[in-house]
């Protein structure tokens, strides 16, 4: 191995692919020789924001990285470091000229990793070079021109992976380096209800929504289980990056005015609102820890560890809501109306802050994206005061969208052998029913464990009141003049339809 050697670094995070990849493209064209690396970080590893469920899907996903880096007779360096101590092991080999990687709209310690990276770059004459992600953009203070840079990025020409003849470094020069540091196992659990990473999968998954699993889309959207199969299912994809936004997108632009096109011009629409949430988390990081509007920081309330026990592990005695629940710690999956429905039950019946609720479920979501999660749980929660209030009533919701109780019957087994009308409400049989049935409330499934009316009618009024507080309605009007179209994006927008 020639010592001192200058390369350059692809350092992967969120954009586990190959193709589509700026950072890749970059370092492709650089001409210099380059390493690919996955640095599992500590400071993620123990954060109580993962679960093991990520880092099995990454895991999964490297591996069909390597698959296709077979041919170039290489694979991603993975280990166990953080990211500066990585780079100092490898210098002891080459020296480094340039890292190519995306800007990570991630949580707080992933920001703060960053600065320390930037010092340490500037330290050791490193270049650091960032490419926008998705379309979203840092540092800016408006949506001036948000949309149509938006659509701009999406309609580029796809990045084709094609490096040079033995410009990637070799499966032996990588494992050289691996012998000095803390090489990780890319094995993963093989029996679970989880969906597995890797760009071939991702292509599998979406192939099948464009040919066929769309023509139900719009339909099924709300529904707890049709949704599992009508729904595109690739969120997990994209929120770990074995797809690009840019390529569903234009994907999904080259069919959705066939037959059946109008769902698909729904998706789309709602790969708009995804990076319009996480463009807003980049401008508003406090999202993390607070409410984006400052009105609601004064709201208070009583912590249960009982209540929020028995909402984690579906145990509260609310049918849907516990389905909702047990279905997504084991397979990791929800679909957006039950999201919000348990989030709402959490923040509105329970009457927890929604805080308590954020490492749990971003454990629990396979997808999680943190410029999804924290927008979503504040606007699920009331606590935006420019969206509407919606408190959910899992009992409507659960005869509308799960009129038989198929996915209720499905995760809460203690209720299979009732009638539909009870397994929606089991609380309303009566002593001679539950006699009937063989089922006792309070022994085979738990009694409701609050008034639902009353916590429901609770959190309306001090959530409405508290929406015309005039803090309150002086933040909204700085969150909706920062990030909600202008007048001018407004009327382009309608002219291009005339």
């Given amino acids: 191995m020639n010592i001192r050697e200058t390369i350059n670094i692809v350092w992967l995070k969120r954009d586990l692919r190959l193709h589509d990849n700026e950072a890749i493209t970059n370092a492709i064209k650089s001409d210099k020789k380059f390493l690919i690396l996955y ?14 469920r990520h880092w099995d899907f990454i895991k999964q996903s490297i591996v069909d990285i390597n698959k296709e880096l077979e041919n170039y007779n290489t694979k991603v360096l993975s280990v166990q470091s953080d990211i500066i101590g990585l780079l100092n092991q490898i210098q002891n080999f080459y020296k480094i000229d340039t890292v190519f990687s995306h800007q990570e709209t991630g949580i707080l310690i992933t920001y703060n990793r960053d600065k320390d990276f930037t010092r340490y770059c500037r330290n050791n004459n490193i270049n650091w070079i960032e490419n926008i992600n998705n379309g979203v953009q840092r540092g800016i203070q408006n ?16 990045e084709k992976f094609n490096p040079k003849e033995n410009q990637l470094l070799s499966n032996d020069v990588v494992k050289q380096i691996e012998k000095i540091s803390h090489p990780i196992s ?31 889309y719009m339909f099924h959207i709300s529904k707890p289980e049709l949704s599992r199969t009508s729904c595109s299912r690739i969120s997990p994809y994209l929120a770990w990056g074995n797809l690009s936004v840019r390529e569903v ?22 790969l708009r ?54 279905c997504l710690n084991e397979t990791g999956y929800l ?14 019946i329970l009457w927890q802050p929604w805080q308590d609720a954020t490492t749990h479920l971003s454990q629990m979501f396979l997808d999680f994206e943190p410029g999804i999660h924290f927008p979503q749980l504040q606007m ?17 919701n659960g005869i509308e969208h799960d009129e038989d109780a198929v996915f209720i019957k499905k995760w809460v087994p203690e209720l299979r052998k009732l009638d539909t009308v009870f397994a929606h409400e089991p609380y309303l049989m009566t002593p001679l029913e539950q006699q009937l049935h063989h089922f006792i409330l309070g022994e085979d499934y738990p009694l409701p464990i609050v008034d ?10 001090v959530l409405w009141n508290l929406k015309k507080n005039s803090n309150v309605i002086k933040e909204s009007n700085r969150i909706l003049k920062r990030h909600t179209l202008t007048n001018r994006n407004i009327l382009l927008k309608h002219k291009g339809k005339d």
């Fill in 39 to 52: 640095a599992f970080e500590n400071i993620l590893l123990n954060d109580e924001h993962y679960n093991k």
């Fill in 143 to 158: 949506r001036e021109y948000w949309y149509e840079n938006w659509e701009l990025y999406m309609t580029k020409k796809l």
């Fill in 186 to 216: 890319l094995e993963t659990s093989r029996d679970t209800k989880f969906q597995k990473g890797g760009r071939t999968l991702a292509w599998k998954y979406a192939n099948t929504f464009f040919n066929e699993r769309h023509k139900e």
């Fill in 249 to 270: 997108f234009q994907k999904g632009e080259q069919i959705k005015n066939t037959a059946n096109g109008k769902h698909i011009g729904a998706f789309l629409s709602r």
């Fill in 273 to 326: 609102w995804q990076a319009h949430f996480i463009q807003k988390f980049e401008m508003e990081h406090i999202m993390e820890e607070a409410s984006i509007n400052k009105g609601y920081h004064k709201l208070k309330k009583s912590i249960s560890k009982k209540y929020q026990d028995a909402w984690k592990s579906g145990q509260t005695g609310f049918p849907l809501v516990d389905a909702c629940m047990r």
């Fill in 335 to 348: 679909n957006f109306r039950m999201r919000a429905l348990t989030v709402s039950f959490f923040t509105h």
């Fill in 380 to 396: 699920q929660a009331g606590e935006t005061g420019i969206n509407n209030l919606r408190i959910y009533n899992p009992v409507k």
């Fill in 452 to 461: 639902i009316k009353k916590n429901r009618r609770k959190a309306s009024d």
